[in-house]
């Protein structure tokens, strides 16, 4: 496999968090290899890589291009569109952001929905809903697009079951002990009230906010709670949701989080699959039931509505908006090549 000199993108953003999509069977790219999305995603990792440490290889050379300046940004996400699992599927993909791979990502289905229906790849009514069916690294998701007078005005994403791992773990940090629930999703999220840190969810506190983020990644590394029975691809904290409560609204919870993923990654979003967590854990205290909605909020003040159904499946619903449309090239005498993060 030969890293192309060329790269063909469409970009969306889901609650204001980018992704950027590379469909690997029109932008000249080769195929991955691998008979599922597990073992593609598996593929870009490469062996003895991890998902925040992927080998170096054709296909991550084209990933590093397009999150590194000057093409992208350290904030930028996207995903290779491959083939799906069966044809229970419309299409897979693999997603990746500013330091490897990851086996979820709400945000990203819910804009691979609309691109779906905006591309034609799949047939959508002037009104009424559609559903689109992507296999990911953790399993088959789906991306319900909602159409009104041939526009599209929303779209919901329903993960794989959520999970409890543990609650109330105590972490050491340098703003102190937190006490840390953890909650797989299609990916493990920790979650800690950052009131108990002493931050608030805003713009102004966002370096303590990474900071805490990472600590409590790095605190976790190796507890027994962040590993997935089917093995470690799906295992290990990728994020860390750090939230606080607000006025509950006549249909449930409302709270605002930051998600701080990878290493030291912010969502700009509310988190698709880190709102899936949090569903998880609400359901389990029992504030959330049957017909009652999460209204989460983003650091930016963009929201997605959350809903636990029945076995830990959860659906979250947001907007997401094509932004633009792109050919990335690489001069061989570029000396800055596939680019530099900041």
């Excluded at 086996?103 to 009424?128: E, F, I, Q, R, Y």
């Excluded at 805003?202 to 962040?226: D, K, S, Y």
């Excluded at 947001?318 to 990335?328: I, Q, S």
Aim: charged share 20%.
């Amino acid at each position: 496999m030969t890293a192309p000199t060329t790269v063909r993108t469409v970009d969306y953003h889901t609650a204001g968090e980018p992704f950027r999509i590379v469909d690997t069977s029109a932008g000249g790219m080769p195929p991955v290899p691998g008979d599922t999305v597990a073992e593609r995603c598996a593929t870009a990792i490469g062996p003895g890589g991890s998902g925040t440490a992927p080998r170096r290889g054709p296909l991550d050379e084209v990933r590093r291009l397009l999150v590194q300046e000057p093409r992208g940004h350290a904030g930028m996400y996207g995903g290779f569109v491959v083939p799906p699992d069966d044809d229970g599927a419309h299409f897979g993909v693999l997603f990746w952001h500013k330091d490897g791979y990851s086996t979820a990502c709400g945000h990203g289905t819910m804009a691979l929905g609309v691109w779906a229906v905006d591309s034609g790849l799949v047939a959508a009514p002037d009104d009424g809903d559609v559903q689109v069916r992507v296999d990911v690294p953790s399993g088959r998701v789906a991306a319900t697009v909602h159409r009104a007078r041939g526009r599209t005005t929303g779209v919901t994403f329903r993960n794989v079951p959520a999970r409890v791992g543990a609650r109330k773990v105590p972490v050491a940090t340098t703003l102190g002990v937190a006490e840390v629930d953890i909650a797989h999703a299609g990916a493990c999220y920790a979650s800690v009230s950052a009131r108990d840190l002493g931050l608030e969810v805003t713009r102004a506190a966002l370096p303590e906010l990474v900071r805490a983020g990472r600590e409590i990644r790095a605190a976790l590394a190796t507890h027994p709670a962040t590993w997935h029975p089917d093995g470690p691809l799906l295992s290990g904290v990728y994020g860390v949701v750090l939230h606080e409560e607000l006025p509950e609204t006549p249909f449930g919870p409302h709270q605002r989080n930051v998600t701080v993923f990878a290493d030291g990654q912010i969502d700009r979003s509310p988190c698709g699959s880190g709102t899936s967590a949090r569903l998880a854990l609400l359901a389990e205290d029992g504030r959330l039931g049957a017909g009652e909605d999460l209204l989460h909020e983003s650091v930016t003040g963009t929201v997605f509505t959350g809903r636990i159904l029945a076995d830990g499946v959860t659906e979250v619903t947001g907007t997401a908006y094509r932004t633009g449309e792109h050919v990335f090239t690489v001069d061989p005498s570029d000396a800055l090549g596939a680019g530099f993060l900041l």
